[in-house]
C-alpha cells in the first residue's frame, strides 16, 4: 500500500477513506506493479486487453505528439474511443489533422465534444472569456464536456509525459483520478524519443510543428515559439497556468 500514498495525488488515502477508496487504492497498487515494468504498448496491453477491456478511452487533443500514442493504441484496437475536445477555439490545422489521422490510423470512434450551446450562450456568448478568465472557459469547454464524455467508462488513456511541465515531472504510469484509473503509457519519453518513434512510423505531422507550434492548443492560447524557449512557452503565454485543468493530479484522487 506504501506506493499508493506516494503515487496518488501526492496526498495518499484520505484520513477518512471509504470501503470503496481502499479497494481502488489496492487495485491501483497491484496495476503499478504491473505497468512499472512495461513498456508503452504493454502498459496499453494492461489497460486495453487485461484489466479494462471495453471500459476504457483515449483522450487525445490531436496536437504535436499525439499521432504516438494513436498509433500505439490503434496497433491494438482501431476501435478504441477516442475523444477529442472540439473546444470551438482550435486552429482549423488541429481539426484537419484530426480527420487525416482519423483516415491514416483507421480510426474508428472518434468522439468530438463540445460544450452546449446553452453553456456558450449563458457562459460566453461574446467568445472571449478565453481573455478574462481562462480556468471558465477550460472549465466549460473542455473539463465539463470531458467528465460526461468519460462516465462510462472505468478508466482513461492520456499522452502525458513527465518532462512535459512541472506538474506532472512525478507521474506514474497509472493513477487513480476523480473514480476511475488513468493510464499515462508514455510518461518517461522524452522529445527524441517522440521524433524518432513518428520517424521510423513515416507518421503525418501536425502542419503547425513546422510552423513554430511545438505544443498545440485553442489558437487564442497558443503562440509561436522562439528559439531557446521552453517548448510549452506558447501556450497561455503570459499567465500563471500551464494546464487547462482537465490532467489536474491533486483534485480528486482517493
Ligand atoms: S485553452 Fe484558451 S480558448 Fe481553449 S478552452 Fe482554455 S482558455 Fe478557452
Known amino acids: 500500500m506504501s506506493n499508493v500514498t506516494i503515487i496518488d495525488t501526492k496526498r495518499g488515502l484520505r484520513p477518512r477513506a471509504s470501503a470503496s477508496d481502499v479497494e481502488a487504492a489496492a487495485r491501483l497498487a497491484a496495476l503499478l506493479e504491473k505497468a512499472k515494468s512495461r513498456d508503452a504498448h ?27 500514442l494513436l ?8 476501435n478504441t474511443p477516442i475523444l477529442f475536445l472540439n473546444t470551438g477555439k482550435l486552429f482549423g490545422e488541429t481539426l484537419r489533422y484530426r480527420d487525416r489521422l482519423q483516415d491514416v490510423l483507421g480510426l474508428g470512434d472518434v468522439r468530438s465534444l463540445a460544450p452546449s450551446l446553452e453553456e456558450r450562450a449563458k457562459k460566453d456568448p461574446e467568445g472571449t472569456l478565453w481573455s478574462r478568465d481562462a480556468d471558465a472557459c477550460c472549465d466549460f469547454r473542455k473539463t465539463i464536456p470531458l467528465a460526461h464524455a468519460l462516465e462510462p467508462f472505468q478508466a482513461q488513456i492520456t499522452g502525458r509525459k513527465r518532462f512535459q511541465t512541472r506538474e506532472r515531472a512525478d507521474m506514474q504510469p497509472v493513477e487513480y483520478f476523480e473514480g476511475r484509473y488513468r493510464f499515462n503509457p508514455l510518461w518517461q519519453w522524452d522529445l527524441h524519443q517522440l521524433e524518432a518513434y513518428i520517424e521510423r512510423n513515416n507518421l503525418p505531422r501536425h502542419p503547425l510543428v513546422e510552423d513554430g507550434y511545438p505544443s498545440i492548443g485553442c489558437m487564442p492560447c497558443t503562440r509561436r515559439v522562439q528559439a531557446g524557449e521552453d517548448y510549452r512557452a506558447g501556450r497561455w503565454s503570459g499567465l500563471d497556468k500551464d494546464e487547462c485543468g482537465i490532467h489536474l493530479t491533486d483534485g480528486g484522487g482517493i
Open 71 to 78: 498509433k500505439l493504441v490503434a496497433d491494438i484496437d482501431p
Open 42 to 68: 504493454g502498459i496499453l496491453e494492461l489497460a486495453l486487453r487485461e484489466e479494462f477491456a471495453g471500459k476504457t478511452a483515449v483522450v487525445s487533443s490531436f496536437g504535436a505528439e499525439a499521432v504516438v
